[in-house]
């Protein structure tokens, strides 16, 4: 039997993308948590299959050449992953461009947008209470998020999936759909809203988001342990 790939993990958008590629796929893994908000992502042993010290990664003890593998980075995790199954990535190279141009879009767009108006609309005003110096930064994000979800309602119209099948593209882009955090409406796009809840129906998908969620707690908290770990999280300087 083949050992299960390791999954390092934290119950974040970009840590379920994996979670639910790896539950879609039906490939055993066991779960390494990796502690965000406690620095484990700063451990030597970490730092080895992730150097740029975030999380997920993964370690496949059957790799390309029958060798273990290690790879970081979300996205280059769904690619391998797709791959090795031969599932979720298209048929042909005309589906497989399709499919890597909205992950590339959810890699560059929407994750790195989405994250920074979450960040200004509920953690930044825990670290900076004068709230004239953050409404430029709210305002930025959340109006770059909402441009953001009307170019996947508009892919979405007239489809059930964003690139026609069911993707690795989807999977990387559903954790991302966080309106509540990053001021948004759903009802204002009716293709996405529609997209969002077929897929939430989808039993592998619930697993892959479900997973570790007894490790959440909210950043927003306001107690001395989530102090700490904001300062963990949003402090970060290049370490020597």
Do not use: C
């Not at 409406?185 to 809840?197: S, T």
């Not at 007894?214 to 770990?229: P, Q, T, W, Y």
């Amino acid at each position: 039997m083949t050992a299960p790939i390791e999954l390092y993990y934290w119950p974040t958008p970009n840590g379920w993308k994996i979670s639910i590629a790896l539950e879609e796929m039906e490939l055993p893994y066991a779960v390494k948590p990796v502690n965000i908000g406690a620095g484990e992502q700063f451990k030597s042993e970490f730092l080895a299959i992730s150097p740029n010290n975030r999380m997920p990664a993964i370690v496949d003890p059957d790799g390309p050449d029958g060798k273990p593998i290690s790879v970081f980075e979300s996205g280059a995790i769904l690619q391998y992953l797709a791959r090795k199954t031969g599932r979720f990535y298209g048929d042909t190279e005309r589906d497989r461009v399709q499919v890597d141009e909205w992950l590339m879009w959810q890699m560059a767009g929407l994750g790195p947008m989405g994250g920074q108006a979450h960040h200004f609309r509920s953690y930044a005003p825990r670290i900076e209470p004068d709230a004239s110096k953050l409404e430029y930064g709210k305002t930025r994000y959340t109006n770059e998020v909402n441009r953001l979800y009307g170019v996947l309602d508009t892919q979405l119209t007239g489809r059930d999936f964003v690139t026609g099948t069911y993707s690795i593209a989807d999977m990387a882009i559903w954790p991302w759909i966080l309106p509540d955090g990053q001021g948004q409406d759903l009802g204002d796009f009716p293709a996405l809203k529609a997209w969002y809840e077929r897929l939430k129906e989808r039993p592998a998908l619930r697993r892959g988001r479900d997973v570790g969620k007894e490790f959440s707690r909210s950043l927003a908290d306001d107690n001395e342990d989530m102090k700490k770990a904001r300062d963990v999280l949003f402090g970060q300087k290049a370490r020597k």
